[in-house]
């Protein structure tokens, strides 16, 4: 029988992600300079990019935002946006092209003009009112409006996993490690989390059904889905018998969110007890517009 909602639990902590950009940009300046010829071209767990596409799609993106967000610059859309699907599909032909522009640009040019945007980037999300409405909203979550507290937060797991990639890509010269201290690693997980009351929509149960998600190395962390009323709600901890549990460690999880682990690899990866439907939906939920 499912366990009823634990006092344990606890509401998630407002998410705080705006100070980290400063210092996880100078960890990829460090990283970029530090490649050599080969390593610009070695390929990442993001599809057909290389090394050097990924940094090319990091400085695309920043520019973007910057334009759009930061200076009111009208994107250029071709046909309509009103789906997540239209959206997926804009998102996919901006990141192309910023990709494909990339190639004109040398390594160091490359790691030059991050150096800059990184920097104009950082500024501006402090500037932000964490509070006041997002001009684009965290579609992966499925919210139709977003804070900038959120957006935000997703623009570091950006950065964080992009990042990562490179430093996967690379081998231990990468040093992964870095991006897996707590510092880095929590705001992630804290923010890719939010995922999981969307990824669990379709997803019926009895009320008090619960389902915990740990983190099994350091630091240990646990989050927990509950089944209130007609919708899931999501906490910080671990119900004390909870319907569903599965435990995970660091690299597994955020290659999971970040659609770096692949389903039928899940099961593997991962440390999972209990019913099937409430295992499977964790493992298609993914923290990125795919």
């Given at each position: 029988?499912?366990?009823?909602?634990?006092?344990a639990?606890?509401?998630?902590?407002?998410?705080?992600?705006?100070?980290?950009?400063?210092?996880?940009?100078?960890?990829?300046?460090?990283?970029?300079?530090?490649?050599?010829p080969a390593?610009?071209?070695?390929?990442?767990?993001?599809?057909?990019?290389?090394?050097?596409?990924?940094?090319?799609?990091l400085?695309d993106g920043e520019?973007r935002?910057?334009?759009?967000?930061?200076?009111?610059?009208?994107l250029?859309?071709?046909?309509?946006?009103?789906?997540?699907?239209?959206?997926?599909?804009l998102?996919?032909?901006?990141?192309?092209g910023?990709?494909?522009?990339?190639t004109?640009?040398?390594?160091?040019?490359?790691?030059?003009?991050?150096?800059?945007?990184?920097?104009?980037?950082?500024?501006?999300?402090?500037?932000?009112?964490?509070?006041?409405?997002?001009?684009?909203?965290?579609?992966?979550?499925?919210?139709?409006?977003?804070?900038n507290?959120?957006?935000?937060?997703?623009e570091?797991?950006e950065?964080?996993h992009?990042?990562?990639?490179?430093?996967?890509?690379?081998?231990?010269?990468?040093?992964?490690?870095?991006?897996?201290?707590?510092?880095?690693?929590?705001?992630?997980?804290?923010t890719?989390?939010?995922?999981?009351?969307?990824?669990?929509?379709?997803?019926?149960?009895?009320?008090?059904t619960?389902?915990?998600?740990?983190?099994?190395?350091?630091?240990?962390?646990?989050?927990?889905?509950?089944?209130?009323?007609?919708?899931?709600?999501l906490?910080?901890?671990e119900a004390a018998q909870?319907?569903?549990?599965v435990?995970?460690e660091?690299?597994?999880l955020?290659?999971?969110?970040?659609?770096a682990?692949?389903?039928?690899?899940?099961?593997?990866?991962?440390?999972?007890d209990?019913?099937?439907?409430?295992?499977?939906?964790?493992?298609?939920?993914r923290?990125?517009?795919?």
């Amino acid at each position: 029988m499912p366990n009823v909602y634990m006092p344990a639990l606890a509401p998630l902590a407002p998410l705080d992600t705006a100070p980290l950009f400063p210092d996880l940009h100078a960890e990829l300046l460090a990283l970029l300079r530090a490649l050599n010829p080969a390593d610009w071209e070695r390929p990442t767990v993001a599809g057909a990019w290389r090394v050097r596409d990924v940094a090319a799609h990091l400085l695309d993106g920043e520019l973007r935002v910057l334009a759009a967000h930061r200076d009111g610059h009208v994107l250029p859309v071709e046909g309509p946006v009103a789906t997540y699907d239209e959206i997926v599909a804009l998102i996919q032909r901006l990141n192309a092209g910023g990709v494909a522009f990339g190639t004109r640009l040398s390594p160091r040019l490359l790691t030059d003009l991050l150096e800059v945007t990184g920097r104009w980037m950082s500024a501006f999300v402090a500037s932000l009112d964490p509070d006041a409405p997002a001009l684009f909203a965290v579609a992966w979550a499925g919210e139709a409006q977003s804070d900038n507290r959120f957006d935000t937060a997703r623009e570091y797991t950006e950065r964080w996993h992009h990042q990562m990639q490179i430093r996967s890509a690379v081998g231990e010269r990468g040093q992964p490690a870095v991006l897996l201290a707590p510092k880095y690693l929590v705001p992630l997980l804290e923010t890719s989390v939010r995922v999981l009351p969307h990824a669990y929509r379709a997803v019926s149960a009895a009320e008090g059904t619960t389902v915990t998600l740990g983190l099994t190395s350091d630091p240990p962390r646990a989050w927990t889905l509950s089944r209130e009323g007609a919708s899931w709600r999501l906490y910080s901890g671990e119900a004390a018998q909870p319907t569903a549990r599965v435990m995970a460690e660091s690299d597994a999880l955020w290659r999971l969110f970040f659609n770096a682990l692949p389903v039928g690899d899940a099961g593997q990866a991962l440390a999972v007890d209990g019913p099937q439907e409430l295992i499977t939906p964790l493992f298609h939920a993914r923290s990125v517009m795919v």
